[in-house]
Nanobody, 111 residues
């Protein structure tokens, strides 16, 4: 199993970023996928999930601002992040719900 995130960076408050996670080594379309984030010195926070039937879940703090989606033809899961806030600053990780993780991508929201 390999998960490779991309799309992180520095953005001003109110801006947008789209994270991508390219998956390989497993039958992607049948797996639930998700995104989690971690601030240094704090615990891991589960942000969003998408299941094989496209059912989605969001933690309360990102509802209405973040959108998770998947493209099974490209074995890729996305996290569209709009109206970003400084408190969204973290390392974002892609994961399968069976416990495989990517290496993470840094998102920094700052003016």
């Amino acid at each position: 199993v390999q998960l490779v995130e991309s799309g992180g960076g520095l953005v001003q408050p109110g801006g947008s970023l789209r994270l991508s996670c390219a998956a390989s080594g497993f039958a992607f379309s049948g797996y639930a996928m998700g995104w989690a984030r971690q601030v240094p010195g704090k615990g891991l926070e589960w942000v969003s999930s998408i299941y094989s039937d496209d059912t989605t879940y969001y933690t309360d703090s990102v509802k209405g601002r973040f959108t998770i989606s998947r493209d099974n033809a490209k074995n890729t899961v996305y996290l569209q992040m709009n109206s970003l806030k400084p408190e969204d600053t973290a390392v974002y990780y892609c994961a399968t719900l069976t416990g495989s993780w990517g290496q993470g991508t840094q998102v920094t929201v700052s003016s």
